[in-house]
T-cell receptor, first 108, second 112 residues
Framework: GIQVEQSPPDLILQEGANSTLRCNFSDSVNNLQWFHQNPWGQLINLFY???GTKQNGRLSATTVATERYSLLYISSSQTTDSGVYFC??????????FGTGTRLKVLA | KAGVTQTPRYLIKTRGQQVTLSCSPISGHRSVSWYQQTPGQGLQFLFEYFSETQRNKGNFPGRFSGRQFSNSRSEMNVSTLELGDSALYLC???????????FGQGTRLTVV
């Protein structure tokens, strides 16, 4: 089955710094989403981005489907950005395959 | 617009018991899927339903089952609970294939 790898696994930043999270996948995908898991466990939608580039405030994402990767950019990070970021992909089988996540900690 | 609602939020059960979790999707969404999250295995797919039909099932034992009702609400059941079933169970809904999925707040199950 498809493999989803996220890097880095852990990231510690000073408030105000920028970061790039990467998601590599091993096969063609129909769908790709980025999520932020809050401390209570809920997955918060960041981007639905099977291809192309999107921006939402300080966050932006790019998916290059032909090269099988997606990037999540966080600019001017804040302590509230801390948490785990997941990439999830779907190949038309009605299920998402999740990466192992990037754990981000932003220090004040 | 109300989001995905999962009940209960927290649950403590004893080994050998069974449990039923509920998920109400966003109004108009007909696809509901379930995921299990554990520290060791990460987020894993359990099953997906669309218009009361199971379209895919993950690699879990038969003790895990689910169903979807005509109003798109879904339930999952775990029988003969084991300690390893302790996890966060997440439900997602979406309108159709190739649309954005939205997750509920999850049910945290502890088996003692």
């Amino acid at each position: 089955g498809i493999q989803v790898e996220q890097s880095p696994p852990d990231l510690i930043l000073q408030e105000g710094a920028n970061s790039t999270l990467r998601c590599n996948f091993s096969d063609s995908v129909n769908n790709l989403q980025w999520f932020h898991q809050n401390p209570w466990g809920q997955l918060i939608n960041l981007f639905y981005i099977p291809s192309g580039t999107k921006q939402n405030g300080r966050l932006s994402a790019t998916t290059v489907a032909t090269e099988r990767y997606s990037l999540l950019y966080i600019s001017s990070s804040q302590t509230t950005d801390s948490g785990v970021y997941f990439c999830a992909v779907e190949t038309g089988t009605y299920k998402y395959i999740f990466g192992t996540g990037t754990r981000l900690k932003v220090l004040a | 617009k109300a989001g995905v609602t999962q009940t209960p939020r927290y649950l403590i059960k004893t080994r050998g018991q069974q449990v039923t979790l509920s998920c109400s999707p966003i109004s108009g969404h007909r696809s509901v899927s379930w995921y299990q999250q554990t520290p060791g295995q990460g987020l894993q797919f359990l099953f997906e339903y669309f218009s009361e039909t199971q379209r895919n099932k993950g690699n879990f034992p038969g003790r895990f089952s689910g169903r979807q009702f005509s109003n798109s609400r879904s339930e999952m059941n775990v029988s003969t609970l084991e300690l390893g079933d302790s996890a966060l169970y997440l439900c997602a809904s979406r309108a159709a294939l190739n649309t954005e999925a939205f997750f509920g707040q999850g049910t945290r199950l502890t088996v003692v």
